[in-house]
Each structure stands twice: as C-alpha cells, then as structure tokens.
C-alpha cells in the first residue's frame, strides 16, 4: 500500500511566520505534488517535483517555496504567512497514472 | 480559465438509487481522467479513471463513460450508499505531470 505522510493535521500560524510542510511517500516515486483545497475551488496545483531537486511551478505558486532534496520528501514553504493562505493543504505522489494523497494538512494563519 | 468543470456544487440521492456525478473539459488534448472520493479531513482517494480510447470503464458499483465529442465525463454510482456521501472530483491529464482538478460536488446519499 502506498503511504503519503504529511508532517502535521492541523496548524496554526501567525501572520508573517515562515511555514514548512513536510510530505514522506514510501514507494519512490518520482513525482510529487503539493496543492491547496478551497470551497467552490476544488484542487489548484501550487508546486510539482518530477525528480530530486526538480521543481516545477503549478497554477498558484506566488507566495510559495518547495524543496526536494530527497527522492521521497517534498517540502512546502510559506515564506511569509498570510491570512488568504489559510486553507487545506494537499500533498501527492505518482509513478504512472492514479496520485496517491496525504490527509492533509489544515492550515490556519491568523 | 477553468479547463474542467463541474456544474453541480451538491447532489442528494435516496439510497439504492443511482448518482450521476457529471464533469466537462475544454481542453481536447486531455487523454487520461480520474475521479477522486473525499471524506472531510481526509485526502482524496482515488476511484476510477478512463483513457480516451475508451467510452466506458466498470468497477464494482462505480462505472465511468466518457463522451469525447461533447468532452463530457460522468460518474455512475448503482445502487448508492450512505457510505458514497463525499465530495468527489474529476481530473484530466494531457501526457504531462500535471492533472487539472475539476470543483468538485459534494453527494449526500439520504438513508
């Protein structure tokens, strides 16, 4: 079974706060993905990795940071937090066809 | 520009009935589709998807067509259980990395 693991469920920061998401997959995949879930928005692509230290920008990247300096980590940063980046924050990993999802990572800046 | 979509925000479906969860995209170069299950505070699971050299794919109770010549996708659920009450979303991909996510539509399957 595929396992994605986000670091934390919940979390709550302070505006202008540096903020680190930590996604772990266990079956070396290749791609990786982070992206943010809204009301009346669905999914929207923030950053992808389709290798170690391979980045890519998604649809929404302004405001964010990535790292993959492992194959089987992937990291997103909020450089400076604000209050329109409260959201879910969404991790995947993908080899070939279906992404494999993370729970989530609820994020609240106040 | 939202290259899927789904026009239904919420759905409510009597149990034992069949749910139709539907999905359009504009972009003719996507090839692959998925459709995604989610429960809240979970991440999405994945249920089903389809190559567009197919018009249908069967699992068990979940049965994907894909029309490509309206570019419309739907989601069949026979019979519904109160267990299918999620949100679910539809994505496509065109032969990169990336899957373009549709809205979503939260379906309430009512006991």
């Known amino acids: 079974d595929v396992k994605v693991t986000q670091s934390s469920r919940y979390l709550v920061k302070r505006t202008g706060e540096k903020v680190f998401l930590e996604c772990v997959q266990d079956?070396?995949?290749?791609?990786m993905f982070w992206y943010r879930q809204d009301p009346g928005l669905g999914l929207r692509l923030i950053y992808f990795s389709y290798d170690v230290k391979m980045k890519e920008k998604g649809d929404i990247p302004e405001g964010y940071s990535v790292s993959r300096e492992k194959k089987e980590r992937f990291s997103l940063i909020l450089e400076s937090a604000s209050t329109n980046q409260t959201s879910m924050y969404l991790c995947?990993?993908?080899?070939?066809?279906?992404?494999?999802f993370g729970p989530g990572t609820r994020l609240t800046v106040l | 520009d939202q290259q899927v979509k789904q026009n239904s925000p919420s759905l409510s479906v009597q149990e034992g009935r069949i749910s139709i969860l539907n999905c359009d995209y504009t972009n003719s170069m996507f090839d692959y589709f998925l459709w995604y299950k989610k429960y809240p505070a979970e991440g999405p699971t994945f249920l089903i998807s389809?190559?567009?050299?197919?018009d249908k794919n069967e699992d068990g109770r979940f049965t994907v067509f894909l029309n490509k010549s309206a570019k419309h996708l739907s989601l069949h659920i026979v019979p519904s259980q109160p267990g299918d009450s999620a949100v679910y979303f539809c994505a496509a991909s065109g032969g990169t990395y990336k899957y373009i996510f549709g809205t979503g539509t939260r379906l309430k399957v009512l006991a």
């Open positions: 389809i190559s567009s050299i197919k």
């Open positions: 079956m070396d995949h290749e791609n």
């Open positions: 995947a990993s993908r080899i070939i066809g279906e992404q494999f």
